[in-house]
């Protein structure tokens, strides 16, 4: 059933690939993020975040406290790459 | 690019209590609102809260809001509001990056930033959680109570806390019937006001279970629940299944802070309150000077603490940019009082211990 689990809405990223992931030795967030996309899509992470460590949690035995999250970097919603341009032209006038 | 004194991210109550009390300290304030209209999770509460007076209690918290921004009108313009504006970027020199209406984007550079983003709705994992029909209790909330839209026909809560009850019986009230709502913990979380309501209105709350799937081909037609032990473990033979068109999911909220993350504000994560937050002095500044948070993004806890914190993050931001009024350390010390107040006792209890793990 876990194939059927969503994990990722974004990337559509099930609990069984996560499970796999960590069994096979990936044990951060970024690893995975690095993998199937989880954390990189319009939620950044929202929906993913604390399900994903907490797999790592119960797998690696460790704490939620201990583990790290993926690096915050903006923008936090999607924009639109001509409004970033013509804000960077305005600034160079 | 356009300078300012105080910039305030959020018109919920800790950004418009925050408003209220830098402005009538004489700071000049901008508020930053994502959403088309101002007063955050307040707009959709067609409830009364109660707790104390000070934090309007016995009010809705629609005319909450509506008293708020009311109260934010008398500082004319050293206040103004920007709504469908939402703060994409947080850099180092306090350059904040702006997208309204989605078809603007430009920077806003501020002396001093006070973050009153509040909180995100958890998810749970269980299969088919992708299935059209389920949602976020507060989105349900959302729609209804804000757009006007009956989510659909029969719904199963999951969740017994205060949000996962009330919008339970908002839901039957908007002509929903509200076939269970669940708690995976042997109690229920919710005020006990809350929670007879909804049982007198012949709802049925069972604790200790869970929802072990959700069943549907195009969207959800049925979920399946079962018993969980005291581990939380699924417990075999004790399935039922309810036949419903949307299920609910009000497993509790996280704070909602990746701004302060992304500008290099020291974080951590602290179960107590929900997630990862920022580290904050008595005052709500975080390690970096000039830099406040307030409300459910440095923690979860109700809208009436939101608004305490707010009113002493807006005063303290405004006396460090050099507005100082003369009882300044008398109403420090009145909105310390009330949050302790708001903090006391047995409730209190799992937030005193948060706070203590996240003080500077």
């Known amino acids: 059933m876990d194939e059927n689990t969503i994990i990722c809405r974004c990337s559509d990223v099930s609990l069984k690939e996560i499970r796999e992931l960590i ?15 989880i954390g990189m899509g319009p939620c950044q992470g929202k929906t993913c975040g604390q399900l994903v460590l907490r797999e790592i949690a119960n797998a690696t035995g460790r704490s939620m406290s201990e583990l790290q999250f993926h690096n915050i970097r903006p923008p936090v919603v999607g924009v639109k790459l001509h409004l970033i341009a013509e804000e960077a032209e305005r600034n160079e006038e | ?44 509460q067609t409830h009364m809260f109660f707790g104390s007076e000070r934090q309007y209690a016995s009010h809705r918290g629609v005319d909450i809001a509506g008293i708020l921004l009311k109260k934010l009108e008398e500082y004319g313009d050293r206040v103004e509001l920007m709504c469908n504006a939402t703060a994409v970027g947080f850099y180092e020199d306090n350059v904040v990056t702006v997208l309204k209406d989605e078809k603007e984007y430009f920077k806003i550079k501020a002396k001093s930033v006070i973050c009153a983003t509040g909180a995100y709705e958890k998810s749970l994992a269980f299969p088919n959680n992708d299935l059209p029909g389920i949602y976020g209790a507060g989105a349900v909330q959302t729609l209804m109570n804000v757009y006007g839209v009956k989510p659909g026909d ?27 709502v669940l708690d995976a913990a042997p109690k229920i979380g919710a005020y006990l006001v809350h929670a007879s309501k909804l049982a007198r209105m012949g709802a049925p709350i069972l604790c200790s279970h869970t929802v072990k799937e959700a069943i549907g081909t195009d969207c959800l037609e ?14 075999p033979g004790t399935e039922q299944r309810f036949d419903v068109d949307v299920m609910c999911i009000s497993v509790g909220l996280s704070p909602l802070n990746e701004l302060l993350a992304m500008r290099g504000v020291e974080m951590k994560y602290v179960p107590q309150l929900s997630g990862s937050v920022p580290l904050r002095t008595e005052n709500c500044e975080t390690c970096i000077p000039g830099i406040y948070v307030a409300g459910d993004a440095s923690g979860i806890e109700e809208a009436s603490s939101a608004m305490a914190e707010g009113y002493l993050a807006g005063l303290c931001a405004a006396a460090a940019l050099g507005h100082v009024p003369e009882d300044y350390e008398a109403r420090r010390q009145e909105y310390l009082r009330q949050l302790e107040g708001l903090r006391s006792g047995p409730v209190g209890e799992r937030i005193r211990a948060g706070m203590k793990l996240s003080a500077l």
């Open chain 2, 1 to 44: 690019m356009r300078e300012l004194e105080l910039l305030i991210i959020g018109s919920g109550p800790a950004g418009l209590c925050a408003a209220i009390s830098a402005a009538a300290s004489g700071a000049r304030v901008l508020i930053l609102e994502r959403s088309f209209a101002p007063g955050g999770q307040l707009i959709k």
């Open chain 1, 23 to 37: 069994a096979q030795g990936y044990v951060t967030y970024d690893e995975i993020k690095r993998l199937t996309r």
């Open chain 2, 154 to 180: 029969r719904v199963l809560m999951v969740g017994a806390g205060n949000i996962g009850v009330i919008v339970s019986y908002q839901l039957l009230q908007a002509g929903v019937e509200v076939a269970a």
């Open chain 2, 222 to 235: 049925a979920a399946v629940v079962c018993r969980v032990d005291e581990r939380f473990q699924p417990v």
